[in-house]
């Protein structure tokens, strides 16, 4: 037979003016014990009913019942069915119940002698979600329920559990209707202070007292012992990802989670961030319950004053309801009380991730549900923990960022080098070699005829302007890198300017077929604030490297217009080879060679584009260069600040015929529009 109703509960509703206790084992225990040591010591015959909860528990105590049982016939031992426990009738009587039964959730002792009556009626409470602390020990299991020495209440349990017996057990009814008959007085009243703690024992009551404390000091050990465990075991992950991995991201994404199981908040938040950040992108989150994601989310900082607090004072911010305006922190989350209510904050815990002194970072925990929740120290020592480790972790991810930051940079300077060795070999050697033989031949040949040794001469001086051109350029380059370069700011006409860069152009272009140089200029240009000489020295440059690359059937366009109030924009386009669009970001680069530094078929030690985007963005513009691929021309541009002030009247387009540009035998067409 399974019974579902509880005995605690037909007490309690039998007579309402008890009031249940809580009790540890060890205390049921030793209550039981001392109402046994009762029965084993009494000269009369006394009524004993015990309820144990599993066969495994009765077996321990099977010993002392063998001895009650011979100083009294009315002892009734129930318990679950099982291997070692059945329903029988031999030195006492043995009550089985099915496992379903609510017995088996029951801890009941009923003891009515002459001189002596208690009863011990008691529940086993279920350990609470939250409660994984401590080792699973018996010790540590709570009872809910009654014990006292008051005569009705003791009848009144026997009653109850002489009832469920002949329930159980039929063939008992004409004995538990002795007991009844013997033991249970139906005209008893019940007392006027009656509330089920206890009774007139003293020692019984304070040894249960004792006991009572002794377990509750053991729980809250246990409960140490398991936070410092937790927070130990949590630490020791967290430190062994970063120990294994220097990527933040990992690392962030790793302690989000552990942290957030481990702290059953609703919402975990982890971020780096500094003292100046307006906000932050929150991509390391978890989440517990059902609660809306902040993944993604731009989460601000600059309008929230608890993270000024924080960032100023590097404390830790511990806010159990954020709805209490008489709370801590009140006037601060007023401030952001739309925040609060749109991610349905309730309670808040801020931990800065601080390294000597600076904010690198926050941990956030967010609980979400209706009820507010009190922070324990044991929360925020578990959080502190993590911190600690998370704000190493930043640090040395930084440092192997800059490392590698330092990296890439060595692995530049090394190409860079060996780029120099490359094109200085070439460039140097080449001429050199002209040089010598020229020389060496003149020296020899003293009967050579002029005509021969002019050439020879020419020859020679060609490739030292070559070489001196080399070494000026790497003179500039690296003044101008060093930015030890002094500029000489002007208003200028860009009119002026373009005129030099063609003049120098034809000046030292030989007799080789170029291709037509077009200019396209609007009439009335405003000055331009520039240094002259450095901007004639780039108009020159892009329009040689044009021309290198552009056949001479081709064409080359200068043009300047005026895409803002402040800067004017100059545009020289060829019809030429063309860049590839990948390679568009590293033209600008030193040494870039478009063919490769030994394979090209054009001269130059591609300084020429590194040099004119040092001194455009040292006169305050910007350089880039457009492609749509190979043999599809490319255009490169630059901007030059305007000169403040009215239209200058010098800043005047020069006009020409248009059918008929102007052109010089042996040098580049100049082809002027307005």
């Not at 119940?97 to 001189?115: C, K, M, N, R, S």
């Not at 260069?625 to 021309?633: D, F």
């Not at 305007?642 to 052109?663: E, H």
Request: aromatic letters at 6%; charged letters at 20%.
């Amino acid at each position: 037979m399974s019974n579902s109703t509880s005995v605690v509960e037909e007490l309690l509703s039998a007579i309402p003016q008890l009031r249940p206790s809580l009790y540890f084992k060890t205390s049921l225990t030793a209550l039981s014990h001392a109402m046994e040591d009762h029965v084993l010591a009494g000269a009369g015959k006394s009524l004993v009913i015990a309820s144990f909860q599993q066969e495994r528990f009765y077996l321990q105590e099977a010993n002392r019942y063998l001895r009650i049982a011979e100083s009294t016939d009315q002892v009734y031992v129930l318990s679950a069915l099982g291997t070692s426990f059945v329903s029988h009738s031999n030195n006492y009587e043995t009550i089985a119940f099915q496992p379903d039964d609510a017995l088996t959730q029951e801890w009941h002792l009923v003891v009515i002698g002459a001189d002596y009556t208690a009863c011990l009626i008691c529940r086993e409470r279920s350990p609470e979600p939250s409660a994984n602390y401590g080792p699973s020990l018996d010790q540590t299991r709570r009872f809910e329920g009654i014990w006292t020495q008051d005569p009705y209440v003791s009848q009144k349990s026997a009653a109850i559990l002489l009832n469920r017996i002949a329930g159980y057990r039929p063939d008992l009814a004409d004995k538990t209707a002795i007991a009844h008959q013997r033991f249970i007085d139906p005209t008893l009243a019940p007392t006027t202070d009656l509330d089920g703690s206890g009774g007139p024992d003293p020692f019984t009551q304070r040894l249960v007292t004792y006991l009572q404390a002794g377990q509750y000091k053991l729980l809250k050990a246990y409960k140490a012992i398991s936070a410092q465990e937790r927070r130990e075991r949590l630490v020791n992950s967290i430190t062994s990802v970063v120990r294994q991995s220097l990527d933040a991201t990992e690392i962030f994404s790793k302690a989000a989670q552990e942290l957030g199981q481990a702290s059953q908040v609703c919402r975990c938040l982890i971020y780096p961030c500094s003292a100046t950040d307006a906000s932050v992108l929150i991509t390391h989150q978890h989440l517990n319950n059902d609660v809306e994601s902040l993944l993604g989310e731009t989460w601000p900082l600059a309008t929230n004053p608890l993270f000024d607090y924080v960032q100023d004072t590097k404390e830790n911010i511990a806010i159990a309801d954020t709805q209490d305006q008489a709370a801590p922190f009140s006037q601060e989350l007023a401030i952001i009380q739309p925040l609060i209510e749109r991610w349905q904050i309730r309670s808040w815990l801020m931990v800065p991730l601080t390294y000597q002194g600076r904010l690198v970072g926050i941990i956030e925990l967010h609980h979400c549900q209706p009820q507010p929740h009190n922070w324990s120290e044991d929360d925020i020592a578990l959080v502190d923990a993590i911190a600690t480790q998370l704000s190493v972790a930043i640090i040395q991810a930084e440092a192997y960022a800059n490392l590698q930051d330092l990296n890439h940079q060595l692995e530049a300077l090394d190409r860079t080098r060996a780029n120099l060795i490359a094109i200085t070999g070439h460039e140097l050697r080449t001429p050199l070699s002209t040089i010598q033989v020229c020389l060496e031949s003149l020296a020899t040949e003293p009967d050579m005829p002029n005509k021969l040794r002019q050439i020879m001469l020419q020859s020679a001086l060609e490739d030292a302007e070559r070489m001196r051109k080399l070494v000026q350029d790497f003179l500039t380059l690296s003044r101008l890198e060093s930015g030890r370069v002094e500029w000489n700011l002007e208003s200028l006409s860009m009119q002026e300017c373009v005129d030099l860069a063609l003049s120098s152009i034809r000046g030292s272009h030989d007799s080789t077929p170029a291709p037509t140089i077009k200019v396209k200029m609007p009439k009335q240009l405003p000055l331009v604030r520039a240094d002259g000489e450095w901007l004639v020295e780039v108009l020159v440059k892009l329009l040689d490297n044009a021309q290198k690359f552009t056949p001479a059937e081709g064409k080359i366009t200068i043009q300047v217009t005026r895409p803002s109030p402040t800067h004017l924009q100059v545009t020289i386009a060829d019809t030429g080879r063309g860049i590839e669009p990948s390679r568009l970001q590293i033209v600008f680069d030193r040494f870039y060679q478009e063919e490769g530094a030994l394979r090209r078929t054009t001269g130059g030690t591609g300084l020429g584009l590194a040099m004119c985007r040092q001194i455009v963005e040292g006169l305050g513009g910007a350089i880039w260069a457009e492609s749509e691929g190979k043999h599809k021309g490319s255009q490169f541009h630059f901007t030059v600040p305007v000169a403040q002030g009215n239209l200058d009247s010098r800043n005047r387009t020069t006009k020409t015929n248009k059918q008929q540009p102007a052109t010089l035998p042996g040098n580049p067409s100049v082809l002027l529009d307005d």
